[in-house]
């Protein structure tokens, strides 16, 4: 069968693999509707402190880590729009013909939502970045924030450095597992040798799918990274596992094969901490061990943000 794999996609697969296998659960988070009707998902965690905004994919992605810094942080896990169309076709698409296989906790979580928005449109037009902030500021606003920190963990990471430069409302970065200071060069190069991979296995990536990506990572080919980074007020962090990318690594492993992500952020390590950065690599961690690691992650965040 053809299978639909984008970058994200891969990782999604190796994120299940490491973790239980879902089961329905009560409704968590809220939504809030954006001005365009279409329904995000967000879920506030901590009720005082500084605010971190985390990109999430499904609700469970990053939860144990929020729900860590929560106690000394106002945490929101953050479900972008892109996200959640892409992987409810996905959802709904693998329950259709594999019904066996369906994921019943996700299919309730899109349940009963407005997710009425063309992926396809990203074959012929930019990324909507207006658009993109104006539902980020949404979900700040609901959450009763303010300023905040944005964060991500490998793909929802380098999203997070996409919308640094849009919004004067964030003010610091917590990236992991993916380099901050790749550039188009870097990231255009990382897809296509993976995207070869996955063809080669068999999966070739679709072309909306190669259009979304391309699309974010275009804004990268004319921005001053340094710049963007230098100008940033609050907390600048990043952390990855010492193996993150390396063969034997289970995203490298799964087709994910130009990223060199642990080899990358050493080489820019003395750019980052340049520009305020604090760079943390956690020894003996591959790119999916490291989600397993909240409490260790915790310990090494928490000094830091402020």
């Known amino acids: 069968m053809h299978a639909r794999i984008l970058i994200a996609a891969a990782l999604a697969v190796c994120f ?7 089961t329905p659960s009560p409704p968590r988070g809220k939504i809030v509707r954006a001005d365009d009707g279409f329904d995000l998902w967000y879920e506030a ?20 880590l929020a729900q860590r810094l929560s106690v000394a ?6 479900e972008p729009r892109h996200m959640a169309v892409d992987y409810s076709q996905q959802i709904r698409r693998t329950a259709k013909e594999h019904p066996e296989k369906a994921d019943r906790a996700m299919l309730d979580h ?44 490998s793909s929802t990471s380098l999203y997070a450095q996409f919308l640094v430069p849009l919004s004067k409302r964030i003010t610091g970065i917590i990236a992991g597992g993916f380099p901050v200071l790749g550039g188009y ?24 799918d190669y259009a979304l990506f391309s699309k974010t990572v275009e804004a990268l080919r ?4 340094k710049a963007v980074y230098r100008s940033l007020p609050g907390v600048k962090v990043v952390f990855f596992g010492s193996r993150d990318g ?7 492993e799964a087709g994910f094969k130009g990223g060199r ?18 760079v943390i690599e956690l020894e003996g961690f591959d790119h999916i061990d490291l989600l397993s690691q909240a409490d260790l992650i915790a310990a090494r965040l928490m000094p830091l943000i402020r």
């Not at 190069?189 to 909306?208: I, K």
């Not at 004319?222 to 990274?225: A, C, F, K, S, W």
């Open 16 to 22: 299940a693999a490491a973790s239980p296998a879902a």
């Open 45 to 64: 965690l901590g009720r005082t402190g500084p605010a971190v905004i985390f990109i999430s994919r499904t609700p469970d992605e990053h939860r144990a």
């Open 73 to 78: 942080c106002r945490v929101v896990l953050f």
């Open 110 to 153: 899109f349940a009963n939502r407005n997710l009425d928005w063309d992926l396809a449109q990203f074959k012929v037009r930019p990324f909507p970045a207006e658009r993109a902030i104006a539902d980020l500021h949404a979900v700040a606003d609901a959450a009763g924030i303010d300023t905040f920190t944005i964060s991500g963990y």
């Open 185 to 208: 060069e870097y990231w255009q190069g990382v897809y296509d040798a993976s995207a070869m991979s996955l063809a080669r296995a068999g999966s070739p990536v679709e072309s909306a």
């Open 222 to 225: 004319t921005r001053d990274e």
């Open 246 to 252: 390396e063969p034997g690594d289970r995203l490298y």
């Open 261 to 278: 992500m642990a080899a990358a952020l050493r080489k820019q390590r003395k750019d980052l901490e340049a520009l305020g950065f604090k």
